[in-house]
């Protein structure tokens, strides 16, 4: 009678840190050795695995049964794409194969996700080889293509620390006189920015959807509306505010605009690398010399907020949910699922196949947005201080306006009404 086949798992995490991860590969290593099976942690994403080199810890249920709570991963993560080139393709599915690994398991975002889809398609079609796979959806940004209403794992503990950075800033602002520029991590989406913005209370949140989907905005533009927000409150006779942008409002911006400032840097992915981009910085000089222009003298200071974030302790939210996520990600493999994207929804393990979640164009997965017309972004722009259009009927408050900018009525109208356009 021939020898069953051992069953063996692969643990990888890739793309930046996100509160949570060690919560995962507990509750993944926790029930795949209470069933028997071997279980290793890759350390460094998919980076060593792509060079043949097998840099491993066997993970046990002692080893892993109080780290649900803590930060950052006990396996390192890494950025490093194997689908760059087919040698390193090959060597991930040749190294994975060679330790008998049967089944993998991918903590990640797109990149991880995708990265993962091709090893084991590569193994299939390639080598004849199964490795059965399922991605644990992580990341900060809260932007992979989840049904709407289901965060990706450390998007909340990530909100509300980012809450209570901006909650203190909003403080010393009032209490100095000044204005703070933040910008939040996300890289292409602004739903960090705008969850961080709408529970601090910040004066005004700029997220790239709010602008139209199929061309760039000047930059201008940007600071224009961050000027409109400090007139309008200082009208009302408050020289503070906080004005939170998503970084990813920079793939919004025109191009000519970034290369003037000088701050464009890619990651090996071709992704702009915003977490090493000062915007904020940019932001505070184009914004200081648009008050200077208007005859406005305003401190103003900047803050990035994403790193603080990334690794911090998970909250009780994201301990729980990603236990459950962790356990669901074992369940769906145990019972012979592959190639899928483990969700809970309603309660229920739902996976989602990960052909339902490509680009049919990019053939990447696709990048779920800020939905402007929901409930809760209408509410979030009803709290925020901005320039609207009936800002610009005439009347005593408009008058107010102007008196503040330094203005004539008629040029305030034709310089700060067009912001109100988009």
């Given at each position: 009678?021939?020898?069953?086949?051992?069953?063996?798992?692969?643990?990888?995490c890739?793309?930046?840190?996100?509160?949570?991860?060690?919560?995962?590969?507990?509750?993944?290593?926790?029930?795949?050795k209470?069933?028997?099976w071997?279980?290793?942690?890759?350390?460094?994403?998919?980076?060593?695995l792509?060079?043949?080199?097998?840099?491993?810890?066997?993970?046990?249920?002692?080893?892993?049964?109080?780290?649900?709570s803590?930060g950052?991963?006990i396996?390192?993560?890494?950025?490093?794409?194997?689908?760059?080139?087919?040698?390193s393709?090959?060597?991930?599915?040749?190294?994975?194969?060679?330790?008998?690994?049967?089944?993998?398991?991918?903590?990640?975002?797109?990149?991880?996700?995708?990265?993962?889809?091709r090893?084991?398609?590569?193994?299939?079609?390639?080598?004849?080889?199964?490795?059965?796979?399922?991605?644990?959806?992580?990341?900060?940004?809260?932007?992979?293509?989840?049904?709407?209403?289901i965060?990706?794992?450390?998007?909340?503990?990530?909100?509300?620390?980012?809450?209570?950075i901006?909650?203190?800033?909003?403080?010393?602002?009032?209490?100095?006189?000044?204005?703070?520029?933040?910008?939040?991590?996300?890289?292409?989406?602004?739903?960090?920015?705008?969850?961080?913005?709408?529970?601090?209370?910040?004066?005004?949140?700029l997220?790239?959807?709010?602008?139209?989907?199929?061309?760039?905005?000047?930059?201008?533009?940007?600071?224009?509306?961050?000027?409109?927000?400090?007139?309008?409150?200082?009208?009302?006779?408050?020289?503070?505010?906080?004005?939170?942008?998503?970084?990813?409002?920079?793939?919004?911006?025109?191009?000519?605009?970034?290369?003037?400032?000088?701050?464009?840097e890619?990651d090996?992915?071709?992704?702009?690398?915003?977490?090493?981009?000062?915007?904020?910085?940019?932001?505070?000089?184009?914004?200081?010399?648009?008050?200077?222009?208007?005859?406005?003298?305003?401190?103003?200071?900047?803050?990035?907020?994403g790193?603080?974030?990334?690794?911090?302790?998970?909250?009780?939210?994201?301990i729980?949910?990603?236990?459950?996520?962790?356990?669901?990600?074992?369940?769906?493999?145990?019972?012979g699922?592959?190639?899928?994207?483990i969700?809970?929804?309603?309660n229920q393990?739902?996976?989602i196949?990960?052909?339902?979640?490509?680009?049919?164009?990019?053939?990447?997965?696709?990048?779920?947005?800020?939905?402007t017309?929901?409930?809760q972004?209408?509410?979030?722009?009803?709290?925020?201080?901005?320039?609207?259009?009936r800002?610009?009927?005439?009347?005593?408050?408009?008058?107010?306006?102007?008196?503040?900018?330094?203005m004539?009525?008629?040029?305030?109208?034709?310089?700060?009404?067009?912001?109100?356009?988009?």
């Open positions: 009678m021939p020898t069953p086949i051992q069953n063996t798992l692969a643990i990888v890739g793309g930046g840190p996100a509160p949570g991860i060690n919560s995962v590969i507990s509750s993944v290593t926790i029930e795949a209470k069933s028997g071997e279980v290793y942690g890759m350390y460094d994403g998919f980076s060593h792509a060079r043949g080199e097998k840099k491993v810890l066997p993970l046990t249920i002692d080893g892993v049964s109080r780290i649900h803590d950052g991963s396996l390192r993560v890494s950025r490093f794409n194997p689908t760059k080139e087919e040698e393709l090959r060597n991930v599915v040749d190294t994975l194969i060679g330790m008998g690994i049967t089944h993998l398991v991918t903590i990640g975002g797109d990149d991880t996700a995708y990265a993962a889809s090893v084991a398609d590569y193994g299939k079609k390639k080598l004849g080889l199964n490795i059965n796979f399922v991605h644990v959806p992580k990341t900060i940004d809260n932007d992979l293509p989840l049904p709407e209403g965060p990706t794992f450390g998007f909340e503990t990530a909100r509300s620390l980012g809450t209570q901006v909650s203190n800033l909003m403080t010393d602002a009032k209490t100095t006189g000044r204005w703070f520029l933040v910008v939040a991590m996300g890289r292409v989406a602004g739903h960090l920015a705008l969850g961080i913005g709408k529970s601090a209370g910040a004066t005004v949140t997220i790239p959807e709010e602008f139209p989907a199929d061309r760039e905005i000047p930059l201008s533009l940007v600071v224009d509306i961050i000027t409109g927000s400090i007139i309008k409150r200082l009208a009302s006779g408050r020289n503070y505010g906080v004005a939170v942008t998503a970084e990813g409002l920079i793939e919004k911006i025109r191009l000519e605009d970034l290369e003037m400032a000088d701050c464009l890619y090996e992915h071709g992704h702009i690398r915003y977490a090493e981009i000062n915007f904020s910085d940019v932001l505070k000089k184009e914004l200081l010399r648009n008050l200077a222009s208007l005859g406005i003298r305003m401190a103003v200071n900047n803050k990035e907020v790193y603080e974030v990334r690794c911090a302790p998970p909250n009780a939210f994201d729980e949910y990603t236990r459950n996520l962790g356990y669901a990600a074992f369940e769906f493999l145990r019972n699922g592959t190639n899928a994207l969700t809970i929804q309603n393990i739902v996976p196949a990960f052909e339902d979640i490509i680009d049919p164009v990019t053939k990447k997965t696709m990048i779920r947005m800020v939905n017309r929901s409930i972004y209408r509410i979030a722009r009803e709290y925020m201080i901005r320039l609207e259009r800002d610009f009927e005439p009347g005593i408050d408009f008058e107010k306006l102007a008196v503040a900018a330094k004539t009525p008629d040029d305030f109208r034709e310089r700060f009404r067009y912001v109100t356009e988009y």
